[in-house]
């Protein structure tokens, strides 16, 4: 039988217990879907496994010793330990978005750890791999031929990378040129190449926070959705993120209300769906929605 159900329901069990907020016992086993015995279990898990679980009264949540620690920091294991770990990973059937995770993360932590991502080729697996070893050993690159789509242009930039986002998909870095800390899609680098000079601005580097859309900038802009429960089903599934900041009025009545860092996501989501979405909020959004529509080309 396989164990990865099990793997998955500890993994979900590490992101909920990482939040800052402790969690009773009745709601660790209804957000992970487990009995209140077995959440008792996977916490006696994680102590065994290296992280400190602490109980404050009834609560619980993973603690860290020192502000900003780092997750590796909290994990006890030895380069053997995590190979072995890495293979019995990968020896799992399937291709789940928590298995891809894992694999990426481990690899992120752990240096002897092989990347085995199915999905990624080998000229992607390269990009990951010279600006992982430029954010451990802080030095700047240059992205080789990048395919800016903001700018439409195709050229050499060159940045201070210093953290990932989620699948390796982006990485935070800031670009001397600009004076700005920017997102850079991994998958629009040609190459990468390290320089031997050190970050000359780490003190303004400065990784913001994605807005449920996955998009990253500092900038913020309100929305206001009406939809249907099509919408709502599709919202859930492909932004997790999302869901916190909807509404229920009805069975087929949801609000989704926050506010995004660019129109771009949360657009082709709702032109995706227009029967089943009513843009409330803002002119603004609705302007740029109206845009996008009469210079479509059909």
Known sequence: MSDQPKIERI????????????????????????????????????????FFVERNHEYYQLRYNERGKALSDLLHFSKEEAHLLAQAINSLEGDSVV?????????????????????????????????SEAIQQKKQVVLVKYRSSSSQFIRDRLVEPFRFTTNFTDVWCFEPESQQNKVFKTSRI?????????????EKHCEGKPDPFRMHTPNRYPVKLRMSLLAYNLLCEEYPMAKEYVTKVNDNEYIFETEVCSYAGVGRFVLGLMDEIEVLETKEFKDYLYGKIFKKKF
């Open 11 to 50: 993994l979900k069990l590490i992101i909920f217990l990482s939040t800052g907020t402790g969690h009773t016992i009745k709601e660790i086993a209804e957000a992970i879907e487990i009995s209140e015995r077995t959440a008792f279990r996977y916490l006696d898990t994680l102590n065994h496994a290296g």
């Open 99 to 131: 298995l891809t995770n894992l694999r990426e993360k481990l690899y992120s932590l752990y240096k002897t750890v092989p990347y085995t991502a199915a999905e990624v080729n080998l000229q992607h697996s390269n990009v990951i791999q010279q600006l």
């Open 190 to 202: 040609e190459e990468v190449k390290l320089y031997d000079r050190t970050w000359q601005y780490e």
